[in-house]
């Protein structure tokens, strides 16, 4: 089983997110992650979802995406070639004697405490996947009430030559 994340060009007109999803529950693949915003170009919108699969599966999921009339461009993103981030907001209850040990990995990770409370604190973390999955795994111990995670998001290095206008 391999991860593939997939930057997509699509229009930005209604009911494109609907039509790409349908396509996915339509054969039975499952979204790991997903992202949708509009770009530098009011135009497009860029999609960016990671799913999993056997190398078939994820060739066919390639092929069927690009079939799609809203879809104008679809480029993997590969470890070393592009950069990927996901943003966390995790809210931390804690008292007062918690809330130095939580700042301290909060520091550690470069990570922004951005609310507290008498009796919580509201954390905001970038990064990759692996970063975020270990900072929840060093809050183990806290209690944790809750966390929301935005989806993988991700550019290609360098310059693009799409062509795109």
Do not use: W
Request: aromatic residues 4%.
């Amino acid at each position: 089983m391999r991860k593939m994340v997939l930057s997509l060009l699509v229009d930005n007109s209604s009911g494109v997110l609907s039509r790409v999803s349908g396509l996915f529950s339509r054969r039975g693949y499952n979204i790991d992650s997903l992202s949708v915003g509009v770009t530098e170009d009011p135009k497009y919108s860029r999609m960016t979802i990671a799913v999993s699969g056997d190398d078939l599966t994820l060739a066919q999921i390639a092929k069927q995406l690009n079939k799609l009339e809203d879809v104008v461009e679809i480029t993997e993103l590969k470890d070393g070639s592009s950069v990927c981030r996901e943003l966390v907001l995790v809210k931390v209850k804690s008292s007062r004697e918690e809330k130095q040990a939580i700042i301290a990995m909060t520091d550690v990770f470069r990570a922004k405490i951005v609310d507290v409370s008498v009796d919580s604190l509201m954390i905001e973390l970038t990064g990759n996947a692996n970063k975020i999955d270990a900072f929840i795994g060093l809050l183990d111990g806290f209690e944790i009430e809750s966390i929301v995670r935005t989806g993988l998001t991700g550019l290609t290095r360098g310059i693009n030559n799409s062509g795109k206008d």
